[in-house]
């Protein structure tokens, strides 16, 4: 059964950094997109981040370009959303999704058929 195995998500100052982990389980990442979303409380799911490894492909929301980048490292099948200079408006539920999104749904959640457990992180003022 595909997994995704999150981690990597903590409490952390304004302007600081962190690195989410998206490990795979019974996939590799090389034919997928990885989609990184968050979830605030009382709001919907919100994209965030998006790499199509297969045609070298990024996309980022505008809130976090700039700040954010997504890797991976292939040896260990492991995604990652670095992430730097936060905000207490990154405040959220971070989720790495797979799948294999057209152009028109890659920032949406239909998107992308396995979803992680989500990981917190929380930027303080």
């Known amino acids: 059964q595909v997994q995704l195995v999150e981690s990597g998500g903590g409490l952390v100052e304004t302007g600081g950094s962190l690195r989410l982990s998206c490990a795979a389980s019974?996939?590799?990442?090389?034919?997928?997109?990885v989609g990184w979303f968050r979830q605030a409380p009382g709001k919907e799911r919100e994209f965030v981040a998006a790499r199509r490894w297969s045609v070298g492909t990024t996309y980022y929301a505008d809130s976090v370009k700039g700040r954010f980048s997504v890797s991976r490292d292939t040896a260990i099948n492991t995604a990652y959303l670095q992430m730097n200079d936060l905000q207490p408006e990154d405040t959220a539920v971070y989720y790495c999704?797979?799948?294999?999104?057209?152009?028109?749904?890659?920032?949406?959640?239909?998107?992308?058929?396995?979803w992680g457990q989500g990981t917190q992180v929380t930027v303080s003022s």
């Open positions: 019974e996939i590799t990442f090389g034919p997928y997109a």
């Open positions: 999704a797979a799948g294999k999104p057209i152009l028109s749904t890659i920032r949406t959640v239909s998107g992308y058929r396995v």
